[in-house]
């Protein structure tokens, strides 16, 4: 219970709980976006990872494409 003043003391006990309350979700709160932040962040990886292959793989083929070309007399170089 609050101490006595002019409010009414379910109110100012309403209040107190109400702020108890965030102070105590607070810190799964802040959790809970750690952990979003982290999946995001280890997605974000995934997706350059996935393009540095993919831009690999079309240098790998640009190159076999113009070496094939060069023994086949085909292509210019």
């Known amino acids: 219970m609050a101490f006595p003043t002019a409010v009414n003391s379910q109110i100012t006990d ?3 709980q109400t702020n108890v309350e965030v102070l105590g979700d607070a810190p799964a709160q802040a959790l809970g976006t750690l952990y979003q932040t982290m999946a995001h962040s280890l997605s974000l990886a995934a997706q350059n ?21 060069a023994l086949l007399g085909t292509g210019s170089h």
Request: include cysteine.
């Open 49 to 69: 990872a996935v393009s540095a292959q993919q831009a690999m793989n079309e240098l790998s083929m640009a190159t076999t494409t113009a070496c094939v070309s």
């Open 14 to 16: 309403a209040v107190t």
